[in-house]
């Protein structure tokens, strides 16, 4: 606990010491940290789990490069695969990875972004979008996260 300050009494160094270390343990405590700090857990006994931090990854997918979905017809309804590269994020484990979609106006007619079942690992994926209309060009977000 933290010494009070009683108006009047002076302000000593070892008081503000204390304060200064008591700010410091309670932002510890909090989670909030800014770019470039360090965090150091000296002198606790964690329990594997006890920590879990999550990693985040966006980019886009197809290596930035727009996505060209062939207009759909009775004889033309397959679906255009996409790379998913995250491997800048370093990850060690399987992330999840979400998908959205930047179209041109008014050219909105195809099927939401999946990711093919079986191809995520912890540095890339494979995605695949249908079309349902004329041809179009699409550009595919993601961000990974890594649980």
């Not at 994020?89 to 998908?99: D, E, G, R, V």
Request: charged share 15%; no cysteine.
């Amino acid at each position: 606990m933290s010494q009070t300050f009683n108006d009047g009494d002076p302000i000593d160094a070892s008081t503000l010491q204390n304060l200064k270390t008591e700010v410091a343990r309670a932002l510890a405590l909090s989670g909030v940290t800014t770019s470039g700090s360090t965090i150091t857990l000296e002198g606790r006994s964690l329990n594997p789990g006890d920590i879990v931090a999550k990693k985040f990854y966006a980019g886009l997918a197809n290596d930035g490069k727009s996505l060209s979905l062939p207009a759909t017809s009775a004889s033309n309804k397959n679906a255009v695969e996409f790379d998913i590269d995250y491997s800048a994020a370093n990850f060690t484990k399987k992330p999840f990875i979400a998908l959205t979609v930047a179209s041109e106006s008014n050219k909105t007619q195809f099927y939401p972004p999946v990711i093919v079942r079986g191809s995520v690992g912890i540095s890339s994926a494979k995605g695949q979008i249908q079309n349902n209309g004329p041809a179009r060009s699409l550009i595919i977000h993601f961000i990974a996260i890594q649980m």
